[in-house]
């Protein structure tokens, strides 16, 4: 008995000391591997989501402009240069014209990584928009191109822009894993449409030759002599391909590689925000640029979920607290270029590159979490910064712009320090500054898409709302579950749901935050922010959802007001004014710049605004003329598909 017990308490403070080693091990490693996090909701394949309405409208305008013709706009870049394949980049590769070009020097050959971003983020947001549409002309091209780039993989997996002489042999500026990175996600969406098993394999051999030539553990990858890496550092990403190879093959060695790159990404000399030790530090505001900052939000999550270790998940935390301050009333984030310890502020642009990764970056959070906040706030930044920057008719966008629009000429409202810039306008190109923006102007409604449905435990997850179907399987029956009605154009949501055969599931629709109450013509619960309809589903079983809101007043933090109804910030739209500055030979696409006819610029004094047209979200407002003190009554409206606009209103008293 005296030996068993002797036994037991060896045993257990055994496992006492081995706890606390841990616990210490956790306390000074933050990359050190606890346990897996499991992930909550399943992004569903792409295909088995469609749009309707208003989306489909949106994905089809694309498609058909400049998503489209993104070929015929600038065949320098998507055409001719195969640097994927037989242009690869070698130390004698000429300098190209792609746009803001660097200082000269050796290092631009290096820097050439650029047009790898702009051939792959346009495949992926074009393919996406083909399979949405089911557009058999444009997967016909795509399955094309799609089997020329898998030509170009060498026989060790290689799949990229070096030659042999550069790949893999740097120490500064390159873009081995961001070019990698775009391509990949690419593939990836192919290969959710096909399910072909050899693209798969390629894929995966591809990120095995990462593996080799960058060893967990052995290596640096994100080494460099020069903090200001801007290819290297966008290659973080990676963890995205990572994160879905994980989720498709179930292998861990994925997960682990992808706390990896950022452990030595936090490790290195970059003037980056998303490291380790900067998140750490509350009193540190972002300083870099923006789209590296919001795309590396991803990686710090995916990082976090593949350890399970509490400082990472710290880290984490503190890092939404600082994207948090960078928000404008719309939802766009600081990055006109650079963050430069700035708060949000409607007069400060974003750049749609930044609103692309900061949307994914919400739904990313969204399927790991399963907390219907971060889709709360992918719909607020979709429907208001997305919306507000996206041309109410025209295939076109802004690469930056800000809620506070008065002129749209090229620089920040009217600024022509610099009589180059051209961000702040329409263009369905933008190639003087990068041809980035338009490319992922061409994926975000798809990956928006893509994320409204998600495979949730007991059934399915309605998490971001809109016109949709959804077509997908449960327990070998066909569900088929139509979200109708243009929302959020319209608050009044009609559902129907079908099974091929009778099945029990749960069907959760997310309560979005601002509703302030919900109607159902069916009866359902309440529970974590979602709405709860778990019942035997057979033939169609239709139903209505409504929710109401209320008008709400809110302080930009600078002594302004700005006002939100539902889902909407609401603006006073100027009259604008276009001007033509460029067209394109056999297309119809053209470039637009946009001048007030007239630029008042209202203060507020607290009075209170009357409600005009429920359903359009139009508000009679008692605003305040800067110039005679009177009071006038101006409409304020939804920013959505405004050009020029007042959205907040500083506070002035009136005579």
Known sequence: MKTWLTGLFMALMWISVTCQTQAQVRKSNPFQKVRPLPVMLHPLPLHSVKPLGWLEREVRKNLNGFTGQ?????????????????????????????????????????????????????????LRSAILLDDTTSLSKVEYLVARLLESQDEDGYLGIYDRALRYQFDNENGELWAKTTLLRALLGWYDYQKSPKLLL????????????????????????????????????FTDVLDQLHAITGKEVYLDYALFLYEDFSRQTLNEDAQWSKLMNIKLPLHGHGVHTYEHLRSVAAAYYASGNPLLGQALNLFLKKIEKTLAPSGGPISDEFIKGRQGHPDIGYEFCALHELMAGWISLLAKTGKPQYADRAEHLLFNAVLGNTHPTESSICYLKQDNAWVLQGGNNGDTTDHHQTRYRYSPLHREAAVCCVPNAGRIFPYYIQNMWMKSTNGFTASLLGPSELQAMFEGAKVVIRQEADFPFDNRLRFSISS???????????KPDWAKTFHSSIPCTEHNGYLVFRRLWGSATDFTLTFSSELKAKSTGQQERYFQSGPWVLCH????????????????????????VKKVKYGYNGGRLLEENKQLHHFKAPLVHPETGKTDVVLLQPMARTILRQVSFPLRSSQ
């Open 70 to 126: 993104l070929e015929q706009l600038a065949p320098d870049l998507l055409v001719e240069d195969q640097l994927y394949g037989k242009q690869r980049l070698s130390k004698q590769t000429p300098i190209k014209n792609l746009g803001a070009l660097g200082e000269a020097g050796d290092w631009q050959v290096q820097y050439l990584w650029w047009n790898s971003e702009t051939q792959s983020n346009w495949l992926d947001g074009w």
């Open 202 to 237: 390629a894929i995966e051999q591809a990120v095995a030759n990462v593996m080799i030539a960058y060893p967990m553990g052995r290596s640096q990858p994100f080494k460099s002599t020069n903090p200001n890496a801007s290819g290297l550092t966008h290659g973080l990403a």
């Open 500 to 510: 091929s055969s009778p099945k029990t599931f749960e069907l959760r629709i997310r």
């Open 573 to 596: 739209a100027l009259e604008a004014m276009p001007v033509v500055t460029r067209t394109w030979e056999k297309s119809n696409l053209r470039e637009l710049a946009y001048y007030p």
